[in-house]
């Protein structure tokens, strides 16, 4: 009876991965796929030098990388607001999502996690498509332990690595879900064998030579591999999810010798993730705007080679004079001499290129702007009689165009968000500290474990409106939040043009609701929390009266009395609030000491809730 792939063992196993990886390479090879591939990379890192060949001037001027990189970087400049959604609404598990709003932007910026999420976005342009997957490496972090034999434990920690569309192997006729992945990667051989000792013989055998199908774009490294004696060799890894086929689902790491590791799946699914712009129909490919800007860059091209060929070969201006007239070529430079006897040459300006190309290849140039939706005054040619409102519309406008990779881009910001989590909650068993920076620019160490995050549901990523990512958009709600007096100082100011978020400005009534959700589970529980002067009373009532909305709170006497007192303080503050105005200081305000010295009224102390 023949069995699915995924469940053979050892030595066929092996043959069927190798087996798939083949496949999938001579799929890319033989469909054109590669050719395309190669293309896109030699023009976007196309090299900046003039050859000549043959008197024709070849040269590029790479509108192609110009304006993937303008895309890219409109989409990926400003990071979109993260929020971690908890399991329920008590206080606990915000809490917790709070903290889960600090642990991400720890991974973000500490790990380089947002460094490869922009690296794979500019994949999806450049190759179709770009990955990033996520694993659990348990001899990253600090060590916590020994083992039996006295040597150290680590905490564990996220590694995070990105991929193309050529290092992710998949079932190509699986227009759907995909349900396997063979990743593969280059390391140093000898840093294998330091993982995998006992099989140090069958490591020593590989080499890049042994691949039938190169899936490296640089042809330069191409060369390299193939004649001279490398230490680099390719690693794969298998990744199956958990199915009716496959139950446990599969982790098996092999190289083209034998297997190194071989299980089931840790996880509950395999944390890869893809972004690409929009999905081919019927095909289990990404697409990109690149596969438009192609043809057009080469155009381009020639036509400027076309240019620079004319004034290269005719731009040295020629001398006429009548031979016999002792003038003697080499005092000329390089000017060319033209002796005649009887009749000058007639004139002939051959330099002169014919405006039709010229206005052919300004043509070009605003095809490639159209297709690619990248206007002129996003690439810092504004017009002067456009007003800084039109600019920002207009410069929106390019990033709406932009929507499908925008899209796709928060898709894997939320996946790789939700992807850290599942791996913390699964094997952060010891207690780990991260440095984690507060919305006002405060950072501060927080020790957590997976139980301190065992709440967070998933994560979410809200998509920015088009304008606060655009310089001029940004400039323009900065100015309106002025005027209507919610930017109260030059930091917000500043702050919102820069990122485009209205966070600083929202940041005291976030923390306000968390601590009135906080004192309702008291108040529910017959608890009376403290009040104090700098609380927002009058939003602290409304929020404390829903609790009495309830039937069962307003039969239970002990809970009717302490939202009762509660509110009753707030209230007291309030009327005391009023009747005391606020100081103003001053540089030489003069305090009187006997004032001091005069009794003050004490205020009610409510009971204090357990810690």
């Known amino acids: 009876m023949k069995k699915y792939f995924a469940t053979y063992e050892d030595k066929e196993l092996h043959n069927k991965l190798k087996s798939k990886l083949q496949s999938y390479r001579e799929y890319l090879h033989t469909s054109g796929m590669f050719r395309v591939l190669e293309k896109s990379y030699r023009t976007y890192y196309g090299s900046p030098i003039i050859n000549e060949d043959s008197g024709l001037v070849n040269v590029q001027i790479n509108h192609y990388a110009n304006l993937i990189r303008h895309v890219n970087t409109m989409v990926t400049s400003t990071r979109p607001a993260f929020e971690c959604r908890a399991v329920n609404s008590d206080s606990e598990s915000q809490s917790q999502a709070l903290l889960g709003n600090g642990l991400l932007d720890y991974y973000l910026r500490e790990s380089k996690l947002e460094e490869l999420m922009k690296s794979a976005a500019e994949l999806s342009l450049v190759l179709k498509e770009g990955w990033i997957f996520l694993d659990w490496d348990p001899k990253k972090g600090e060590n916590y332990a020994v083992n039996l034999e006295g040597s150290p434990i680590k905490t564990g920690d996220i590694s995070s690595e990105v991929f193309s569309m050529l290092e992710v192997a998949r079932d190509v006729h699986n227009h759907a879900n995909q349900d396997w992945f063979i990743i593969t990667k280059r390391v140093n051989k000898f840093d294998l064998i330091a993982s995998f000792p006992h099989l140090s013989d069958d490591i020593l055998k590989c080499s890049l ?53 071989d299980g089931d799946l840790p996880y509950e699914k395999p944390h890869l993730y893809k972004i690409s712009s929009s999905k081919k129909y019927q095909s289990a490919f990404g697409s990109s705007i690149a596969d438009d800007l192609l043809p057009v860059q080469d155009l381009i091209d020639s036509t400027i080679s076309i240019i620079a060929t004319n004034q290269s070969q005719y731009g040295v201006q020629n001398i006429t004079a009548r031979r016999g007239s002792n003038i003697n070529i080499q005092d000329m430079g390089p000017l060319q001499l033209i002796e005649y006897t009887d009749v000058p040459p007639a004139p002939l300006n051959l330099v002169q290129t014919p405006p039709e190309i010229f206005n052919f290849s300004n043509m070009l140039t605003q095809i490639a702007e159209t297709l690619s939706g990248v ?17 920002a519309l207009v410069a929106s406008q390019s990033l ?3 929507s499908g990779l925008q899209s796709s881009y928060n898709s894997l910001l939320e996946q790789v968000g939700s992807g850290i989590f599942s791996l913390l909650k699964e094997f952060a068993v010891a207690p780990r500290i991260a440095m984690i920076a507060g919305k006002s620019k405060r950072s501060y160490v927080k020790e957590f474990s997976k139980d301190s995050i065992q709440k967070i549901s998933n994560v979410v990523v809200d998509s920015a409106n088009p304008l606060t990512k655009t310089t001029a958009g940004r400039v323009e709600i900065a100015n309106t939040l002025l005027q209507t007096g919610l930017i109260k100082n030059a930091e917000n100011y500043l702050q919102v043009i820069s990122t485009g978020t209205l966070e600083p400005l929202t940041e005291s009534s976030t923390s306000q609701n968390v601590l009135i959700r906080r004192e309702n589970e008291w108040l529910t529980e017959g608890q009376i929390p ?17 609790v009495l909305n309830s039937p069962e709170s307003r039969e239970n006497p002990k809970v009717v009395e302490a939202v009762l007192s509660h509110i009753q303080t707030h209230s007291f503050l309030t009327q005391l609030l009023k009747q005391t105005p606020a100081p103003v200081p001053a540089p030489t305000q003069v305090v ?8 003050q009224e004490e205020l009610p102390q409510p009971a204090q809730p357990p810690l």
């Open 592 to 599: 009187n000491p006997e004032l001091m010295q005069q009794p």
């Open 400 to 402: 709406q165009f932009s």
């Open 375 to 391: 206007s002129n005054i996003t690439r810092g040619q504004a017009p002067a009689s456009l007003s800084g409102a039109a600019m």
């Open 530 to 546: 403290q009040a104090i002067m700098t609380d927002n009373h009058e939003t602290h009532i409304l929020e404390h009266a829903a």
């Open 209 to 261: 030579q042994n691949e039938r199908y190169s899936v490296n774009l640089d042809k330069q490294q191409n060369i390299y591999a193939n004649k001279e004696d490398s230490d680099l060799i390719e690693v794969h890894t298998f990744l199956h999810s958990k199915t009716p086929a496959c139950p446990n689902g599969k982790y098996t790491m092999f190289v083209d010798s034998t297997i190194l590791l």
